[in-house]
């Protein structure tokens, strides 16, 4: 079983700045890709940012230049710092991993994906 552990949602002014991390656990052998996806109300889920286990990133075009993601693999955790926020940025934030369960899985190739629970960014204008 995976666990992820979400932090670091709330409100914030426009122009204002978050830090989310996810910190993955459980009965993981080796993480692939991490990364955060958001979704606003009558929207669909989106990806907001992604990095791999090389440290390759990637951006949705809205937040490039504002919003960087990082990761520990050491603690098996991504964090995602966010600037200079505006209010659509306002979202339900949610943390993927990409991840193999034991080594099995990792020299067969099969890779499974988890999601945390979500954590609310608000903005305000």
């Known amino acids: 079983q995976v666990q992820l552990a979400e932090s670091g949602g709330g409100l914030v002014q426009a122009g204002g700045s978050l830090q989310l991390s996810c910190a993955a656990s459980?009965?993981?052998?080796?993480?692939?890709?991490m990364g955060w996806y958001r979704q606003a109300p009558g929207k669909q889920r989106e990806l907001v940012a992604g990095i791999t286990s090389a440290g390759y990133t990637n951006y949705e075009d809205s937040v490039k230049g504002r919003f960087s993601i990082s990761r520990d693999n050491a603690k098996n955790t991504a964090y995602l710092q966010m600037n200079s926020l505006k209010p659509e940025d306002t979202a339900v934030y949610y943390c993927q991993v990409r991840y193999h369960r034991d080594r099995y899985s990792y020299f067969s190739g099969r890779e499974e994906a988890y999601w945390g629970q979500g954590t609310q960014v608000t903005v305000s204008s």
């Open positions: 459980g009965s993981i052998f080796r993480i692939n890709g």
